[in-house]
């Protein structure tokens, strides 16, 4: 944390001054501009305790401690020269994270529809200096090439929408089959606010391939939205053991049903064969 944002923070919290909100109303347009001035260059967040990385004076609200469960078990067995695909990047923080602990020979695959959300993921590479490791997608990755309804301006809520609406637009839609062509991949992080199984149909042919399916992947379920989008806990956990992979919690007890918002893992049942 920059020593600027530490001292307005400890001030902010002093006890003597807890209840002088006037004061704070007063000071706070100074308080940014501070916050903007010190940052120009990035402000540094250690993001549970392993992972500095730099963030824009507007996002200096992210927190430290961020998901600190997934974000453990992801980063401890990436390898250096892996390929992942960070489907629904939002502002970046796992993509830079992960782009600094790969060699030149690995790759974070960035994919992110929102343009909001993709213009912070940017420059949120740019600040990190980490472009020669991060390809950015800016499209909805579902199951097939085209369009989809997409909600956006909702931050980390923007999502794939079965109706239209005020705030819906046709988007392009790809897929993880057409955007890797004959690409290995080895780690999948999904987090797309209820569209997972579309996610992982249009990867079909690499998740089936014996040389180059993941080995991992970390799939963020929201199963109060798949009513409207044609999901269930069943065709979900279906596909992904027709196609070879075991699902458990991040405990790693087996999965069955899934009936709640979390976190699951489905791990490659055999290894993959050599190219």
């Known amino acids: 944390m920059h020593p600027v944002e530490r001292f307005c923070l400890t001030m902010r919290h002093h006890h003597a001054l ?56 992801l980063m401890t067995r990436l390898r250096p020269d892996d390929t992942v695909a960070d489907v629904g990047a939002f502002i970046g923080l796992y993509t830079v994270a992960i782009a600094k602990r790969l060699t ?89 606010e209820g569209h997972e199984e579309e996610v992982l149909r249009g990867a079909g042919r690499v998740l089936q391939s014996h040389e180059r399916a993941p080995q991992v992947l970390y799939i963020e379920v929201h199963p109060y939205a798949w009513a409207t989008l044609g999901t269930s806990s069943a065709s979900l956990l279906g596909f992904l053991r027709g196609c070879g992979y075991e699902v458990t919690t991040l405990g790693g007890q087996p999965v069955t049903q899934i009936t709640t918002y979390g976190e699951i893992i489905a791990h490659r049942a055999q290894p993959r064969l050599p190219a």
């Open 104 to 192: 030149k020979g690995g790759k974070v695959i960035a994919c992110e529809p929102d343009p909001n959300n993709a213009a912070v993921l940017k420059g949120h590479v740019a600040l990190n200096r980490v472009a020669d490791r991060v390809e950015i997608v800016e499209a909805v990755v579902s199951d097939r090439v085209g369009e989809v309804l997409f909600q956006s301006g909702q931050e980390s809520q923007s999502r794939v929408s079965a109706k239209p609406s005020d705030n819906t637009n046709m988007i392009a839609s790809i897929t993880l089959d057409s955007l890797l062509e004959n690409r290995v991949l080895d780690v999948v992080k999904i987090d797309v």
């Open 18 to 73: 807890a209840r002088a909100e006037w004061l704070w109303r007063w000071l706070r347009p100074w308080y940014d501009r501070a916050v903007q001035l010190a940052g120009r260059h990035g402000i540094e967040r250690i993001i549970n305790g392993t992972d500095p990385l730099l963030v824009m004076p507007q996002y200096r609200h992210v927190s430290e401690t961020y998901e600190p469960e997934v974000w453990t078990h």
